[in-house]
């Protein structure tokens, strides 16, 4: 059984940061792409960053220059950075990732439980 565990968020003044961090437990044979997405009330699910097992970046406009996704291989964890928040900024926060339990079957595709990130003053 594999699971995405996330921690982190919280709350904090606009122009502060925090920070989450979501590990995949379980048994995993490789990892893909893992991301952030999230999901505001009145809003649909929306994406926030990506990263490739090799590194690569990507972001939605509305993030860019203010949030740092990375990530461990090793831990088969993702994190994600977020500084200069904004109060539209305030959602809950889900992990994403395409996982490979053993060499014998395809990658699927998990979700993180969600953590709550709530900017306001």
């Known amino acids: 059984q594999v699971q995405l565990v996330e921690s982190g968020g919280g709350w904090v003044h606009p122009g502060g940061s925090l920070s989450v961090a979501c590990a995949a437990s379980g048994s995993i044979c490789r990892n893909y792409a893992m991301g952030w997405y999230r999901h505001a009330p009145g809003k649909q699910l929306e994406l926030v960053a990506i990263?490739?097992?090799?590194?690569?970046?990507n972001y939605a406009d509305y993030v860019k220059g203010r949030f740092t996704i990375s990530r461990d291989n090793a831990k088969n964890t993702v994190y994600l950075q977020m500084n200069s928040l904004k109060p539209e900024d305030t959602a809950v926060y889900y992990c994403n990732a395409d996982l490979q339990r053993t060499m014998f079957t395809q990658r699927s595709n998990y979700w993180g439980q969600g953590t709550q990130v709530t900017v306001s003053s």
């Open positions: 990263i490739s097992n090799g590194g690569s970046t």
